[in-house]
């Protein structure tokens, strides 16, 4: 068996996975026409488990969807076996290419934490991404380093050992990550630079979301990156980033929409968006904020579902992120993506 039919065996598998399991007492799911698949983003899967009892009451569409992680979602909607994609990373030139006619659209808003574990260390300790870099490719090993105290005088910081933990797959929250750090780090940025997947320096990996979050809850003196809602599920501490105004800003709402604030247009071919390390104009911003895209093929036989699902998520379900740690979308960017989903036919 070939490694591509193995991988689209293991798509399905876990989108099977999470369908099955929302179903008690039944041994077969009956699929209608009207019934939507995606897969992707562990990041932003809470959002749309939010999503899919209001979407199916309301306009009568079952959407099941597996967390993946964002490269498996690209990957599950170039090669067709899904509806739809989700990504937290833009598609490259490449992918766009080999994806044959999708279209990417910004839907969700949100931030990734650098979340840490140690009995001993306060919460929201300071770091300025140049210390962050120095952390991830090991530079940087115990948590009372003397360029960590500089940032934190007053605080007690135990010499603990530091345990790089970071996503072992394809991953849209790395690529956030990563696209951070190459801007402030002429170090990480010559070195394991940007992407979905990097070479990591140090440290053990972990699948998913939930398991950096569940790896590093088992170890003392840890440090992750993982999106919010994650962070706040597993009640993680997490650090302070210093953004270009020299503020330490935490990944909540008002640092997340800070940072989407300084977006003035959004590509009309590409819709992708960077917000990381923004304008010191914004003086709140959280510097590791990121959009998460949706991305679907631009002729599709479920077209008419998709467009209805997307709007919705667009407009009415934006109401559901906050509790999430998911910002409402800019108006230019909801605009911008309303634009490209009316671009989706049969």
Not at 183 to 204: D, E, L, Q, Y
Not at 243 to 251: D, E, Q, V
Not at 319 to 326: A, E, R, S, T
Request: contains cysteine; proline residues 6%; aromatic residues 6%.
């Amino acid at each position: 068996m070939s490694r591509k039919t193995i991988t689209l065996l293991g798509v399905l598998a876990a989108v099977a996975a999470v369908a099955l399991s929302g179903i008690a007492g039944t041994a077969q799911a009956r699929t209608q026409d009207s019934d939507l698949t995606g897969a992707g983003s562990t990041f932003v899967a809470p959002l749309v488990s939010a999503w899919t009892p209001k979407v199916q009451s309301a306009l009568g569409i079952k959407v099941t969807y597996g967390p993946i992680g964002s490269g498996g979602g690209i990957n599950a909607v170039t090669n067709r076996t899904v509806d739809f994609g989700a990504s937290d990373a833009p598609l490259t030139p490449d992918q766009f290419a080999a994806c044959k006619g999708c279209v990417q659209i910004p839907w969700a808003l949100s931030a990734t934490a650098i979340a840490y574990n140690g009995d001993a260390l306060p919460n929201h300790i300071h770091l300025t991404g140049p210390v962050l870099a120095s952390i991830f490719t090991g530079r940087i090993s115990k948590w009372n380093d003397a360029a960590i105290k500089k940032l934190n005088k007053g605080k007690s910081l135990p010499d603990l050992k530091i345990t790089v933990i970071h996503r072992s797959d394809n991953s849209g929250t790395t690529y956030n990550l990563t696209d951070y750090l190459s801007r402030v780090s002429p170090t990480w940025k010559s070195g394991p630079g940007k992407g979905v997947a990097v070479n990591w320096p140090t440290g053990i990996g972990a699948r998913g979301s939930s398991g950096v979050a569940a790896a590093l809850t088992s170890t003392q003196g840890g440090v992750t990156y993982v999106d919010v809602a994650y962070t706040l599920k597993n009640h993680l501490k997490f650090a302070a980033v210093q953004n270009k105004a020299r503020t330490f800003a935490l990944p909540g709402l008002t640092g997340i929409k800070s940072a989407a604030a300084t977006i003035n247009r959004v590509a009309p071919d590409n819709g992708g968006i960077s917000i990381v390390n923004p304008a010191k104009t914004q003086k709140l911003a959280y510097p590791i904020s990121t959009f998460t895209y949706v991305i679907i093929p631009k002729q599709s036989s479920k077209a008419p579902e998709l467009k209805k699902f997307v709007n919705w998520a667009l407009t009415k379900g934006q109401v559901d992120g906050p509790k999430l740690l998911f910002s409402p979308l800019p108006k230019v960017v909801l605009k911008a993506s309303q634009k490209t989903i009316a671009l989706v036919h049969t």
